[in-house]
């Protein structure tokens, strides 16, 4: 089975702040995913990487997939109280997601 | 707005009950996917439909039960239920199947919140 480990599981910032989030496994991937999910809604496609060491920017948001596809980092710059919410990574076929990295950024 | 409806959005019964949670995809999706989100586990695969029949199980209960009509709206049936399955049911839907490779996105509802009294 694969598994995705993600961390840490909780951030809380300052606005401003920058972050790294991790998303690690010991499997192989075609592909990877990653989705924001805010308080009482479902999780939304942020970004999908697909070639090793892929870097794809989202404004202030920097997606890297790992040379051997098997791990992923998202990165934001300057963050902002808009970017509270849980962070989830997700393999391939969507039948695998990471616990989540629940983000807080304070005013 | 996904496109995915969920109903209902809140629910709250007693163990050993039984209850559907219904899902509608968007308009032209074929594929249905039901997720299980507890505070401590994140999102946990239960089962995928493409066209009404099942392509993917995960580690869903064998109290739990789902499928996929002719029309393409899905239906999770968990019974006998216990306090532990208290938590957000997700439904998300896709145009393909999930396939070795596929890139897809997965369009979630707002989710169905059962609390298991």
């Known amino acids: 089975t694969q598994l995705l480990e993600q961390s840490p599981q909780f951030l809380s910032i300052q606005e401003g702040e920058n972050l790294t989030v991790y998303c690690n496994s010991s499997?192989?991937?075609?592909?990877l995913q990653w989705y924001r999910q805010e308080p009482g809604e479902g999780p939304v496609l942020l970004v999908t990487?697909?070639?090793?060491?892929e870097v794809k920017k989202l404004k202030r948001l920097t997606f890297q997939f790992g040379d051997a596809r098997k791990d992923s980092s998202l990165h934001i710059t300057a963050a902002q109280p808009g970017d509270t919410g849980l962070y989830l990574c997700?393999?391939?076929?969507?039948?695998?997601f990471g616990q989540g990295t629940r983000l807080t950024i304070n005013p | 707005d996904s496109g995915v409806t969920q109903t209902p959005k809140h629910l709250i019964t007693a163990t050993g009950q039984r209850v559907t949670l219904r899902c509608s995809p968007r308009?032209?999706?074929?594929?249905v996917y039901w997720y299980q989100q507890s505070l401590d586990q994140g999102l946990q695969f239960l089962i995928q439909?493409?066209?009404?029949?099942?392509?993917a199980k995960g580690n869903i209960l064998e109290r739990f039960s789902a499928q996929q009509f002719p029309d393409l709206h899905s239906e999770l049936n968990l019974s006998s239920l216990e306090l532990g399955d208290s938590a957000l049911y997700f439904c998300a839907s896709s145009l393909h199947p999930m396939r070795r490779g596929d890139t897809g996105e997965l369009f979630f509802g707002e989710g169905s919140r059962l609390t298991v009294l």
């Open positions: 990487v697909v070639t090793g060491g």
């Open positions: 439909y493409y066209n009404g029949e099942e392509r």
């Open positions: 499997s192989v991937f075609s592909s």
């Open positions: 308009s032209g999706d074929l594929s």
């Open positions: 997700a393999g391939a076929q969507k039948l695998v």
